[in-house]
C-alpha cells in the first residue's frame, strides 16, 4: 500500500475465547463427542412430555442417534404457558443420563401470540409475573444448568404497562423492567430453589434492537452466569430480519467481547426458513468457525421427526465437490427397515459437524478489523455483517480499542457522548479510524468538524462508473468489463479538494462522489466509507471497487482477499484463515500475503499453494503507483458455491 498508511504487525487487533469458565462447564461428557466443541440438542416441552413415554424415547433416541453424535440434551420444562410436571422431567432426565448424555434445563418465557407474532409476558400483571417465578422455580428444582430461550423480551403495551412507563421511553422502561424481572422473577427464585443452578440467557439474532424491547446486553448479561448467542441466520432474502450470513459468525464474536473468558456458552442454530439445505450447514460452520465452544441443535423434534429433511433447490451446484456433500450423506444413511423416513435433519447436522471439526483445531484465536458497537446503540443495522459478505473480517465490541491500528465506526457509535474526542485521539496516537457515511451524517453538527470537513448534504447520487487512483490526475475504472453492474444510489458527500482525497470515487455523469475518502489528521489517517443508500448494493459493487476498499483497510492485516461478493474470509492469531462462498457457483478468489515468496498451505490437504505471480509484481497494476507497492505474493484459488477452504500461511 502507499507509504502514508503506517505497518506494524503487532497492530493486529484480536479478542479470543478463552477456554471455558470452569471446569465443569469444559469436560466433555464420554458420550459421542468432536474434538473441538460440544453437541448439543435442545428439547421443547411438548417433546419432554411425549419422552416421558419410554417406548416414544427409545424410538426417538435411536432415530436421532444413529444420525448424530450429541453430548447433551437441554430439556425444557416450560413453554407458552405448558409445564411439564416433575415427574416427566425426571423420568426423561433418568432416560437420557442412562444413555450417557449430559443433561440440563430449559425454559420459554412466552406468551404464545396471535397469528405467527411473538407474545411476551405482561410483566406488569401479577398472573403473569407469578407463572413466570413458578417456570424458574421449577427448572432449578431439577437441574444444576438451565438455559432461557430468547423470549426473555418484552413487548406488551397494555394500559398498566403505559401506566408504569409514565414519562419514560419505551426502550428505557423496558430495560428498566426488564433488569428487574430477571433479579426478582427469575435468578433470586431459581437460586432460593438450587443454590448450585448456573443460569444462562441465550440472546436472539436481532441484537440491533434489543434494548427497544427491554434486552440489555451491559448489566443484565453479566446478571447471569453465562450468555448464550442465537446464531441462527436462516435465509437472507426471505425471512422478515434479513439476517446475512456472516452474522452467524459475527455475532459469536460480538457476545464473546461482552462475557469474555467463557461467559458465551455457545451459538444455537434451527431448521426454519431455508431455501436450501447447504444453508443450515452455513450456520453451523460459521458458528464453529467463531470458536464457539458448544452448537445447540434446535429441537429435538426437528432431528427426530418422522420426515426426511428436505434437500431444497440446490440445483446449481448439486452435483460439485461442494464443502457439504447432500448427495454423500443421503448415499451414506442406513435405513432400518422397510417405513424408515430417510436421512432427516440430524444427518444433516452431522455431515456439516464431522467436516469442520477436521480444521477446527488448527485455527487460532479469531482477530478482525475492530468496530465500536456502543451498549444500546442502533444505526445502520447490521452493516458489519454486510461488510463480512464482501470479505472484511470484523471484531465487534462493545467498548472503543485503543490498541488498534484501524476502527471502524459505523453510525452506531453515535451513542457514545465523547466519540469525537475518542476519534481524535485514535489519529493523535498514530491510529486510523473508518467512519461510515451514516455516521458522518449523525456527527457532523455535533463536533466532527472539528477534525474534518466533511459534509452529507442530503442529496442522492446514482452511481454507475466507479475510478480508482491515489493522487491527482486521471483515474482509472475499476468497472468490471465482462460484467456491467447496476446504477447504485449513494449519499452525497461534500469536502475540500486537496485538503481530503477520494482514493476511490464514484462518477455519475459529469458529477463525482467519493467512495473512499481519506484526510490526515495529527499522526493518524481518518478515512470516510460511503455506503449505499442499500446496505445490500454493495453486493453490487465491481468487484476492483471491493478490493481496493479492503486494500486500505486492511493494509495491516496478515492477508486479504480479492473475491467477488458473497465470499466472506474469517482469520486468525496463529495465520490460519478461512475462505467461505455463499455464492450459487464457483468463485475464482485472489489471496493476497504481503510480503515477499510467503507460502500458504492447505489444512486440508497439506499440500502447498503456489503463487499466481512473481511476488514482487505489484497486485494492482492498473492503479497509479504515485509509491511503491509494498512486496507481496498472490495465490489463486477456486472456491466451489456454498463451500470453504482453511489454509495457513508459511514463511
Aim: glycine letters at 8%; hydrophobic letters at 35%; a negative charge.
Amino acid at each position: 500500500m502507499t507509504r502514508f498508511i503506517r505497518t506494524a504487525a503487532c497492530s493486529i487487533f484480536f479478542l479470543s475465547l478463552m477456554a471455558g469458565a470452569s471446569a465443569r462447564a469444559q469436560d466433555a461428557p464420554a458420550h459421542g463427542h468432536y474434538k473441538n466443541f460440544r453437541t448439543a440438542i435442545y428439547v421443547v416441552v411438548n417433546a419432554t412430555k411425549e419422552l416421558a413415554d419410554p417406548k416414544v424415547f427409545e424410538a426417538q433416541y435411536d432415530r436421532v442417534s444413529r444420525q448424530l453424535k450429541f453430548d447433551k440434551v437441554y430439556i425444557e420444562v416450560y413453554r407458552n404457558h405448558l409445564f411439564a410436571t416433575d415427574a416427566e422431567i425426571e423420568t426423561v432426565k433418568k432416560e437420557f443420563e442412562a444413555k450417557g448424555v449430559t443433561v440440563a434445563g430449559g425454559v420459554t418465557l412466552a406468551a404464545g401470540g396471535q397469528g405467527g407474532q411473538f407474545g411476551t409476558f405482561d410483566y406488569e400483571n401479577p398472573a403473569d409475573r407469578e407463572e413466570c417465578k413458578k417456570a424458574a422455580e421449577l427448572a432449578a428444582k431439577h437441574f444444576n444448568e438451565v438455559i432461557l430461550d430468547d423470549f426473555f423480551f418484552y413487548a406488551s403495551k397494555s394500559d398498566a404497562d403505559i401506566a408504569a412507563k409514565g414519562a419514560r421511553s419505551w426502550t428505557q422502561y423496558r430495560l428498566d423492567k426488564m433488569r428487574e424481572v430477571a433479579e426478582d422473577l427469575v435468578l433470586e427464585p431459581a437460586r432460593a430453589v438450587n443454590p448450585n443452578v448456573k443460569m444462562i440467557i441465550k440472546y436472539p439474532n436481532w441484537y440491533e434492537h434489543f434494548q427497544g424491547l427491554g434486552y440489555d446486553l451491559d448489566k443484565e448479561s453479566h446478571m447471569f452466569d453465562y450468555i448464550y448467542t442465537g446464531t441462527e441466520t436462516r435465509d437472507p432474502l426471505i425471512t422478515d430480519q434479513l439476517l446475512q450470513q456472516y452474522e452467524s459468525y459475527e455475532i459469536v464474536r460480538y457476545y464473546d467481547n461482552i462475557r469474555p473468558n467463557g461467559g458465551n456458552r455457545g451459538g444455537w442454530v434451527d431448521t426454519y426458513s431455508l431455501r436450501y439445505i447447504d444453508r443450515y450447514a452455513e450456520q453451523l460452520w460459521d458458528t464453529l468457525f467463531a470458536k464457539a465452544p458448544e452448537i445447540t441443535l434446535f429441537n429435538w423434534t426437528d432431528m427426530a421427526g418422522p420426515l426426511p429433511a428436505e434437500a431444497g433447490d440446490r440445483k446449481q451446484w448439486q452435483n460439485l465437490p461442494t464443502s457439504f456433500n447432500w448427495n454423500k450423506a443421503v448415499k451414506a444413511y442406513r435405513p432400518t427397515g422397510k417405513g424408515d423416513p430417510g436421512p432427516g435433519w440430524a444427518t444433516a447436522a452431522a455431515a456439516s459437524l464431522e467436516q469442520v471439526d477436521k480444521i477446527l483445531g488448527q485455527l487460532g484465536n479469531p482477530i478482525g478489523i475492530p468496530s465500536y458497537k456502543p451498549y444500546q446503540s442502533d444505526g445502520e443495522d447490521f452493516l458489519q455483517n454486510y461488510l463480512g459478505n464482501i470479505g472484511i473480517p470484523i471484531e465487534m465490541t462493545p467498548t472503543f480499542t485503543t490498541s488498534a491500528k484501524l476502527v471502524l465506526l459505523t453510525e452506531e457509535a453515535k451513542y457514545d457522548p465523547d466519540i469525537v474526542k475518542k476519534i481524535e485521539r485514535q489519529l493523535a496516537s498514530g491510529g486510523d479510524v473508518v467512519i461510515t457515511s451514516g455516521l458522518l451524517r449523525a456527527l457532523q453538527d455535533k463536533g466532527i468538524r472539528d477534525v474534518v470537513e466533511w459534509e452529507d448534504t442530503g442529496r442522492i447520487i446514482s452511481i454507475h462508473d466507479f475510478l480508482n487512483g491515489f493522487g491527482a490526475g486521471n483515474g482509472t475504472s475499476l468497472n468490471d468489463p465482462k460484467q456491467d453492474n447496476p446504477a447504485i444510489l449513494f449519499p452525497e458527500i461534500r469536502f475540500y479538494t486537496n485538503d481530503s482525497w477520494g482514493i476511490v470515487r464514484g462518477i455519475s455523469g459529469a458529477k463525482g462522489d467519493p467512495i473512499l475518502l481519506m484526510n490526515r489528521y495529527s499522526k493518524g489517517v481518518i478515512y470516510l466509507l460511503t455506503i449505499p443508500e442499500n446496505e445490500s448494493d454493495l453486493y453490487n459493487l465491481p468487484q476492483g471497487v471491493i478490493t481496493q476498499i479492503k486494500n486500505y483497510l486492511l493494509a495491516d492485516f496478515p492477508v486479504r482477499i480479492d473475491a467477488p461478493a458473497l465470499v466472506s474470509m474469517f482469520a486468525y492469531d496463529n495465520n490460519a484463515f478461512v475462505i467461505e462462498s455463499y455464492r450459487p457457483t464457483a468463485s475464482q478468489v485472489n489471496i493476497v500475503v504481503p510480503g515477499l515468496d510467503r507460502k500458504v498451505r492447505d489444512l486440508a490437504t497439506g499440500k502447498l499453494l503456489v503463487a499466481r505471480r512473481p511476488p514482487n509484481v505489484a497486485v494492482n497494476p492498473g492503479r497509479r503507483h504515485i509509491y511503491p507497492e509494498p512486496p507481496q505474493t498472490v495465490f489463486s484459488v477456486k472456491i466451489e458455491p456454498h463451500s470453504y477452504v482453511a489454509y495457513r500461511i508459511e514463511k
